[in-house]
């Protein structure tokens, strides 16, 4: 989506507001996930705009947002240290959820 548009703030809103018209995320189908959401987005993510993991967790109740400083869009590789104990941190929080 994002070579086809190449404005990746529009990709990202399309997911939100389901500009698509087919099965992406909107609004809507995010305000309906119940389960713990952990949102990770590193600092210097040069592919989606850092402010929209706030965009994401204000439509997803009791949603978690940690930004990885220092990584960009793929922190899963470059921070893979980091990533893991966030995730971990977020599994042991979200075991003590009674859901």
Same mark, same amino acid.
């Given at each position: 989506?994002?070579?086809?548009?190449?404005?990746?703030?529009?990709?990202?809103?399309?997911?939100?507001?389901?500009?698509?018209?087919?099965?992406?995320?909107?609004?809507?189908?995010?305000?309906?996930?119940?389960?713990?959401?952990?949102?990770? !987005?590193?600092?210097?993510?040069?592919?989606?705009?850092?402010?929209?993991?706030?965009?994401?967790?204000?439509?997803?109740?009791?949603?978690?947002?940690?930004?990885?400083?220092?990584?960009?869009?793929?922190?899963?590789?470059?921070?893979?240290?980091?990533?893991?104990?966030?995730?971990?941190?977020?599994?042991?929080?979200?075991?003590?959820?009674? !859901?």
């Amino acid at each position: 989506a994002l070579r086809l548009n190449s404005n990746k703030e529009y990709v990202l809103r399309s997911i939100v507001e389901n500009d698509f018209k087919g099965e992406q995320l909107d609004s809507a189908k995010l305000a309906k996930i119940t389960k713990p959401v952990l949102i990770l !987005w590193g600092s210097k993510d040069q592919v989606v705009n850092t402010k929209y993991a706030s965009v994401l967790a204000s439509h997803i109740a009791g949603s978690r947002v940690s930004i990885i400083e220092g990584a960009g869009h793929d922190a899963h590789f470059t921070h893979a240290q980091k990533v893991a104990e966030e995730l971990e941190s977020f599994i042991n929080y979200s075991d003590k959820l009674k !859901w």
